[in-house]
């Protein structure tokens, strides 16, 4: 497949997701969760961003001197605001400075980044010039083309390519829609003395591709229910060139998938020492009373828990940020 194929291919699907696909997904979430949750979603997400301009400086900042494993968040300007909220949580509840890298998405504006700096501290920021440098150095196109095609047109998968292409060291990746209710010992353990590879339990097994292609290609069982919500890994041992291979295999003989990032850290994780974090201290799409009265450290606000989130829960936070 020459990088030209997969250019087109990848702007093709970009028509054909927003004259098609992007309306038509819209619908049926209005169907599904109806038009009035929506709205309401819609309205807590744009107060959300005009909160998150609001926070006062966190107690206690990040830092660039803070020992064990970088915090990566990959963000931008559709996203700012709820890193802004997960890592001033996580600052709140760890009680003690952590490095926090923002990896620019592309979209960051320099308002966004000088907001996360006030709110956060000593922030590390990494430009798409130093992540494209990187990439053509350690990933180039020539090598990787189905890597690089399908990062521009799945960006879930920056996680993996923008993060960690290049970089020595653990690096633990966090997604931006999670918030943090107390400390979370278990992940603070892992990021000071990082061993092996860490990630969280899902409700189900939400990979996008059957079992058997998955195992076929990595040639060892899977590990069950892996969530990508927090993903802690040393990029030095990823396969680059295996990775490129399922990459393109998957998309081959079974297309696209929204979850595609998750099936590929599943499989790159079937050959390791992987532990999962206690799923009722870190828990995937939280229910009701849980949302209304956090026992755990940790919620990931996925699927339908998405409209508590934005309707209910960053209210929350937002107080016991004051505190």
């Known amino acids: 497949m020459s990088w030209r194929a997969s250019a087109r291919g990848m702007g093709l699907g970009r028509l054909a997701y927003r004259a098609y696909y992007r309306p038509r997904a819209f619908m049926r979430r209005c169907f599904d969760e109806g038009a009035l949750n929506l709205l309401r979603s819609h309205r807590g997400r744009r107060e959300m961003e005009s909160a998150a301009a609001r926070l006062r400086p966190s107690s206690v900042g990040a830092s660039r001197d803070s020992q064990g494993a970088a915090i990566h968040f990959l963000t ?134 059957s079992f058997d292609l998955m195992e076929q290609l990595v040639g060892a069982p899977l590990p069950r229910r892996l969530n990508v919500g927090i993903v802690g890994l040393d990029g030095e041992s990823i396969d680059w060139p295996s990775l490129e291979r399922w990459t393109r295999e998957l998309l081959e003989r079974e297309g696209s998938s929204y979850y595609q990032e998750q099936a590929l850290t599943a499989m790159l994780f079937a050959r390791r020492k992987v532990t999962f974090l206690d799923a009722s201290r870190y828990v995937v799409k939280p229910g009701d009373a849980e949302v209304h009265s956090p026992s755990a450290a940790l919620h990931h606000y996925v699927a339908e828990s998405r409209h508590a989130y934005f309707q209910q829960a960053w209210h929350r936070a937002a107080e016991s940020l004051k505190a």
């Open 76 to 209: 931008g300007r559709g996203y700012w605001y709820m890193t802004a909220f997960c890592a001033a949580t996580l600052l709140r509840h760890a009680g003690r400075p952590l490095h926090l890298v923002i990896d620019d998405d592309g979209t960051l504006q320099p308002e966004h980044v000088a907001h996360l700096r006030r709110i956060l501290g000593g922030i590390s920021v990494r430009t798409p010039s130093e992540i494209a440098a990187a990439l053509d150095e350690h990933l180039p196109t020539s090598e990787f083309p189905a890597l690089r095609a399908r990062r521009l047109a799945y960006p879930h998968l920056r996680k993996l390519t923008d993060i960690h292409a290049g970089c020595s060291g653990a690096r633990l990746v966090l997604d931006s829609d999670m918030l943090f209710w107390s400390r979370p010992d278990a992940l603070l353990g892992w990021q000071k003395k990082p061993d092996g590879a860490l990630c969280m339990k899902d409700c189900d097994d939400s990979y996008g591709y």
